[in-house]
């Protein structure tokens, strides 16, 4: 493994240690719903799911029925579906224990760091990769520990209006991209879907929908050919 590389790739996730309470805020909603330290540890470090772990959290507090949990999940998470067809192209040459090990730190920063990394470079390598998402992931852990431990100590986070860091942290991604050409009608279709959904089908599913709007209209409108997209495949390079 190139540590130079790996080393390039941490230093890539690092903006990505601004959502750093969004981790504190999983931590602290997990203790205030009865799940213990470890509990909400092993969650993190399992599952991974960031804003799922959120939605499923929440519901337990709620004792709705399993089936609802699990529907829910998949409405948040469906848009990891997409990132996953979305990256595709760039781990066509990694072996197999490493395309597993590269979906199971698919998340959105990850996602929206590789991208920019590619876009930037023409390159995405595994190593780079890993370590991008050793930084991602280790700062997840190590926050929720820090808020599942120190909880009581927060108190509700809802009072403290921590449970805005959430959407604030989407649109910190969504924003990243604002200079592509077509991000204007994408992004406002995707946000009116959204929007609507909530009103008319409520929460968790105006993500999924507000999600497939977005790329129904990606699909729809005509693509500007670059050199780069002019045949040109993704190079995805193993190391």
């Not at 230093?11 to 719903?33: E, Y």
């Not at 213990?36 to 337990?60: D, K, N, P, R």
């Not at 709705?64 to 979305?86: D, G, T």
């Not at 409108?221 to 050199?227: A, D, F, H, I």
């Amino acid at each position: 493994m190139n540590s130079r590389e790996f080393l390039l790739g941490v230093r890539g996730g690092l903006p990505v240690l601004a959502s750093a309470p969004f981790g504190l805020l999983f931590g602290a909603l997990a203790t205030a719903n009865g799940v213990t330290f470890g509990e909400a540890s092993l969650m993190s470090a399992t599952i991974y799911a960031g804003a799922s772990q959120i939605v499923g959290i929440e519901l337990f507090g709620q004792h709705v029925p399993a089936w609802l949990v699990v529907l829910s999940v998949f409405a948040v998470n469906f848009r990891h579906i997409l990132y996953s067809a979305a990256l595709a192209p760039f781990v066509r040459e990694f072996g197999v224990l490493q395309r597993a090990l590269t979906f199971f730190l698919l998340t959105d920063p990850q996602f929206a760091e590789s991208l920019r990394h590619y876009e930037k470079t023409k390159s995405l390598t595994f190593t780079w990769y890993l370590g991008c998402g050793t930084l991602i992931y280790g700062q997840w852990l190590i926050m929720t520990m820090v808020g599942a431990y120190f909880g009581q100590l927060i108190g509700d986070p809802h009072a403290l209006g921590l449970d805005v860091l959430l959407p604030v942290y989407f649109l910190g991604l969504v924003i990243g991209f604002r200079k592509r050409s077509r991000f204007l009608p994408i992004v406002g279709t995707s946000a009116i879907a959204s929007t609507l959904a909530l009103k008319l089908v409520g929460s968790p599913w105006h993500v999924s929908i507000g999600a497939i709007a977005g790329v129904a209209v990606a699909a729809l409108l005509p693509v500007r050919t670059t050199p780069d997209q002019n045949g040109a495949q993704p190079k995805a390079v193993v190391e």
